[in-house]
């Protein structure tokens, strides 16, 4: 037993010098952190590493969006327009009227937290280092719709960016002024002294042309991968430690409106699942936390948490029940309308997403909220389809389905099953699949739910085509391109390289949802695709009568059901900070970090 | 050469020759797991607000990341780097190589396994020693049926039920992380001490997880001996009882150093449903966010990892019973 106890007392000691820290040095505690720890959660990353670099690029990285990662301005949550912001690194800008360029103007006196100055050189290198990591406005893939033509150093805080015209997109300012930025005397090093000619080359044709784009391309790893010694940032805060379980920021006070930033501290949790975060919020303990979804009981008790406060507002984002057309019965329109009838969306989403979601008022491909602002009156005429089980028996018929023994078989009367598939760990998804097998069933359609071990097989296998109806994200907002790509994109055929768009036919290049390439609308034929294509450069007038027509072709053909409009739902805590924005804020998709650092957030006195 | 020297040469030997067949299985299994990791990544950022082409620009940044050539090429690649300790680079945490993620990630999965295991054996194997000498009176059946109950209980469930008693019903303790990040990390009493407020839950309830184990083996282990002859003649001998208890003990406890071994071998990979629910970012965790991620080269390390951890504890647990048990030492000198 002597032996026993030798062999435990070691190991125990050797536990204990592990969790030592390894010989660092020994100071004193500094643990309480005044009155101004803001404390939040970010909801899109789980997993603090500690060794991630405070890089804005590495998506492991210790950089927090708003907090210590800057962007030249911050997207407002508008429902139509792409291109309002707040200020960010910029503290104006101004966009020609026919989109061709973009002038920057930086805060005046503006430092990093190292003192040194914030110059129109860091957005200079800013932008060298975008086009290494994929950006909108920054592309290299020749002919890109709404990539940048050349940019200007006008003098030490203006830049000037002009959008090569070729292939032009209403977008472009929203590309540029979406860019991360990073101290070209921390980050000078990443790019080599020839990059701005091999991007010059990369523009031009040919094999020298191909090879510049692969040598600047090769650069995204190397970025991503850069771990500066000491994070130095232009943000209200500067990563001071982290880990694992947690990463603390300090207050910057180089920042230029960091007179009017309340909290000192920033500390950030880790989580692993949603059932963290609710802990946390019952428990009151995060200022912040983004949307998680959550049952109602646990949303109950959350609302019953001291100080809590909830923000609801504009998601620019649906879902849909998607089908694959190759497969039948649903290549026939009668029967997608039929199960669009019998489907009562409210009780789906009274179910599934009763916090984050409202019932789509019709199928339309845009989210209700910014459907009225560009269809009008239009939206009203467009088939709400409303639960109507006589209207779907009719469309059932029309299909040639048959109806045996109170139960509704395919044509030539073998059994028929609707057959919903959802990616395991989506809790909404899957109870929504459940409440529609529900549905069905009590109207005479036989249906299951099938889950698959997770998103990336998920992805993977409706791709393939390998699914008859699955969930689908749509309507993803605000740019009209992007709502309508998500009905009109790849999964439907089309691909837009260069501005061109072409369709490949069903099951080839991604074409899961084999819808057909034209479409009858309003007694003109119309090709879905191309129209969704012109949206990409069209200004907002010209976008309105496209959009009523692509709304139609979703209306009446339905490629997918629209189910819920999402909700962009906050969580604040008022016990330690007030000022959060109000309900219906474009500020909701952003950060809290931009919140603090446009002053808005103030501590409860 | 001893005998020891022979056996450990062997073991080593095989012990390798395991570990590449073990690399070469998981190699690929995991490259065969279906699933489109980039696809995956898109939607994410989708649903994060990135225009459709931004998502695609971005996420084309971490096919570098990605594994590249014929699957026979990727595994020549996997091997010769496996010799010189590089498993490659992480898809997840871009940029850095799977053995310093593995490595960053391993302390916070030793300590609480290897404290709860000390802990549960300790305590299971006194109590084991109770519940076998008191086996006819009360205590024993409570210590036994205590045992029974705890081995029985998954150690999700008990995870949970103690999160839910601690961090909420009673909030006395943390609900996730390692330690306060307003400590300075160092040799300080607070960061130290907010070090072992946020493992008390992992250890304590992996502790109580495994300590249904060690009392039920023990006192079956104690129970055998107790009715060995040479204890009936130690007794008859008129020897003391704490001499005939350490007969007892030592003899008692040998099978058991060998499951302690083998539950030191699952050090890496024996905390995953404790971590994820206590929030402990060790190996678990890594393991299960490199899958949903399809992060082939951690995946693969971490696989190998604990396999290697398991063979390493397997010879160990050999040799370690070759020095403690004389009959199994002088079995092997007389066969040599």
């Known amino acids: 037993m002597k032996r026993l106890a030798a062999v435990v007392a070691l190991l125990g000691l050797t536990a204990v010098t592990a969790c030592s820290g390894g010989g660092t040095t020994n100071e004193s505690s500094s643990g309480g952190g005044g009155g101004g720890l803001f404390t939040t959660i970010d909801v899109n990353r789980p997993g603090i590493d500690p060794n991630g670099p405070a890089n804005p690029y590495n998506p492991k990285g210790n950089s927090f969006l708003g907090y210590n990662a800057m962007k030249l301005a911050w997207v407002k949550n508008h429902l139509t327009d792409p291109n309002q912001f707040y200020p960010g690194i910029a503290e104006s800008w101004e966009i020609a009227e026919d989109n061709s360029s973009i002038t920057i103007k930086l805060h005046a006196g503006n430092k990093w937290s190292d003192g040194r100055p914030v110059t129109a050189e860091d957005v200079r290198l800013s932008i060298g280092v975008a086009y290494t990591q994929g950006s909108t406005a920054f592309a290299l893939t020749p002919g890109a719709a709404g990539a940048a033509a050349d940019v200007e150093v006008v003098d030490d805080l203006t830049v000037k960016v002009t959008q090569d015209m070729t292939n032009p997109s209403s977008k472009f300012a929203r590309g540029v002024l979406d860019t991360f930025v990073a101290p070209a005397h921390i980050w000078g090093s990443v790019l080599p002294d020839d990059f701005w000619d091999k991007l010059k080359a990369s523009r031009g044709e040919g094999e020298d042309a191909e090879k510049a784009r692969e040598e600047i391309t090769a650069l995204g790893e190397k970025i991503i991968a850069f771990a500066p010694e000491k994070d130095v940032s232009a943000g209200p805060f500067t990563l001071e430690r982290v880990n694992p379980g947690e990463a603390l920021l300090v207050k910057n006070p180089n920042f230029y409106n960091a007179a009017n930033v309340a909290p000192d501290q920033v500390k950030f949790l880790n989580y692993t699942g949603n059932e963290q975060i609710w802990n946390y919020l019952i428990s009151g303990k995060l200022d912040h936390a983004g949307f998680t979804a959550a049952p109602a009981d646990v949303m109950n008790r959350i609302k019953q948490a001291p100080g809590t406060n909830i923000i609801k507002g504009y998601s620019p984002v649906a879902v849909g029940m998607a089908f694959n057309q190759t497969k039948k019965p649903y290549d026939n329109v009668h029967v997608r309308r039929g199960l669009a009838y019998l489907i009562d969306r409210a009780e789906v989403t009274k179910v599934a997403s009763p916090e984050g979601g409202t019932a789509a008022v019709t199928t339309s491909g845009i989210h209700q909220k910014p459907a009225q602002e560009w269809l009008g009156a239009e939206l009203n005429n467009l088939e709400p389809y409303n639960p109507d089980p006589a209207k779907a028996e009719e469309e059932f018929e029309a299909a040639g389905l048959q109806k045996k023994d109170g139960k509704w078989a395919l044509p030539d009367g073998s059994p028929w099953k609707v057959t919903m598939t959802a990616p395991s760990g989506f809790s909404d998804w899957i109870a929504a699949q459940e409440n529609i097998k529900g549905q069905l069933v009590e109207a005479g359609v036989d249906a299951e739910v099938v889950t698959v071990a997770d998103y990336p097989l998920y992805l993977e296998e409706i791709a393939a085509g390998k699914y008859d109806v699955g969930f689908w994200l749509i309507a993803l907002g605000p740019a009209p391109y992007d709502i309508f790509q998500r009905l009109y994109g790849a999964s439907n055929g089309w691909t837009n390289v260069a501005g061109k768009i072409t369709h490949s036919a069903p099951g080839k290049n991604g074409n899961w949802m084999g819808g057909a390439e034209e479409v009858e609308v309003d007694g003109t034929k119309i090709n879905p695709g191309e129209l969704t294509g012109k949206l990409n450069s069209v200004g907002a007038e010209e976008a309105k009568p496209i959009m009523l027509q692509l709304a139609k072709a979703a209306n009446q053909d339905l490629p997918v059901i629209q189910l819920w409009d999402y909700v962009n739902t906050q969580f604040t805590n008022t016990s330690r900070f007030t000022g959060f924005p109000e309900q219906d804020s474009d500020l909701l998709r952003l950060p809290a970090g931009v919140w603090i650092q446009l002053g808005m957030v103030k501590k409860t006195s | ?336």
């Open chain 2, 1 to 336: 050469m001893t005998v020891i020297a022979r056996r450990l040469a062997g073991h080593l030997a095989r012990g390798i020759v395991m570990i590449l067949v073990v690399a070469t299985i998981s190699f690929f299994i995991v490259r065969n797991i279906p699933g489109d990791p980039v696809a995956a990544r898109y939607q994410k950022l989708l649903e994060q607000g990135m225009s459709p082409e931004a998502a695609e620009r971005a996420t084309a940044v971490m096919y570098g990341f990605l594994p590249q050539g014929s699957m026979w090429e990727q595994y020549v690649d996997y091997m010769t780097g496996l010799f010189r300790l590089d498993l490659g680079v992480s898809v997840t945490h871009p940029g850095s190589p799977v053995t310093s993620v593995l490595l960053g990630a391993a302390k916070w999965t030793v300590l609480p396994v290897l404290a709860g295991t000390l802990l549960s054996f300790l305590v299971g194997v006194i109590m084991g020693v109770y519940a076998a000498i008191k086996r006819s009176g009360k205590l024993g059946d409570f210590l036994a049926v205590s045992g029974s109950l705890l081995h029985g209980v998954p150690q999700y469930v008990l995870a949970l039920l103690m999160g839910a008693i601690f961090t909420t019903l009673i909030p006395i303790l943390p609900q996730g992380g390692t330690a306060d990040i307003l400590y300075e990390p160092g040799f300080n009493a607070g960061y130290i001490g907010s070090l072992i407020e946020h493992a008390t839950l992992p250890v304590v309830t992996y502790a109580l997880a495994s300590y249904g184990g060690w009392i039920l083996a023990m006192k079956s282990s104690v129970v055998t001996v107790l009715g060995d002859d040479f204890i009936l003649a130690a007794e008859l001998r008129g020897m003391k009882r704490t001499i005939v208890f350490r007969y007892v003990a030592r003899n008692a406890i040998l099978p058991l150093f060998t499951i302690l071994a083998l539950s030191l071998g699952l050090l890496f990979g024996g905390a995953i449903f404790i971590e994820k629910i206590f929030n402990y970012p060790g190996l678990g965790f890594l393991l299960i966010d490199s899958v949903v991620n399809r992060d082939y080269a951690l995946m693969g390390g971490a696989f190998l990892l604990i396999t290697a951890a398991i063979i390493v504890a397997n010879i160990l647990a050999d040799l370690f019973y070759s020095v403690i048990d004389p009959r199994v030492r002088s079995g092997e000198e007389v066969s040599a």
